[in-house]
């Protein structure tokens, strides 16, 4: 899959993202990159602070970001239907991280 199609999917992962829940996200960055140098397999990964734990002493800080990483993905789909699912599930899981919610929350929900 070429870089420019997985870029799609990951705009088209973040359009999923209710109005309501995208008009909340502020100072983050969605980047791509081919995999995370210390965990290969890692397939997101939110850097940041949650939107629960901010503070007063939050204002002026540097963007959050969300990192998608594109190889890793590859590497476990089939197909590209698996990829846009991937995709999908990642965005959304990286996400919910940005507002607070943990791997286990986001396991029961179906989003792990």
């Given at each position: 899959m070429s870089a420019d199609r997985f870029e799609e999917l990951v705009g088209d992962a973040?359009?999923?993202v209710p109005a309501e829940l995208a008009?909340?996200?502020d100072n983050v960055v969605v980047l791509i990159e081919p995999r995370n140098p210390e965990d290969p397999h890692l397939?997101?990964?939110y850097h940041g602070i949650a939107l629960t734990e901010r503070d007063s002493h939050y204002g002026g800080s540097l963007p959050d970001t969300i990192t998608?990483?594109?190889d890793a993905i590859l590497d476990i789909c089939a197909d590209a239907d698996e990829v846009v699912d991937e995709v999908a599930v990642t965005v959304i899981h990286e996400i919910a991280?940005?507002?607070g919610i943990d791997d286990e929350r986001l396991h029961e929900l179906g989003w792990g």
């Open positions: 973040l359009d999923l008009r909340a996200i397939l997101g990964l998608i990483y594109r991280h940005y507002f």
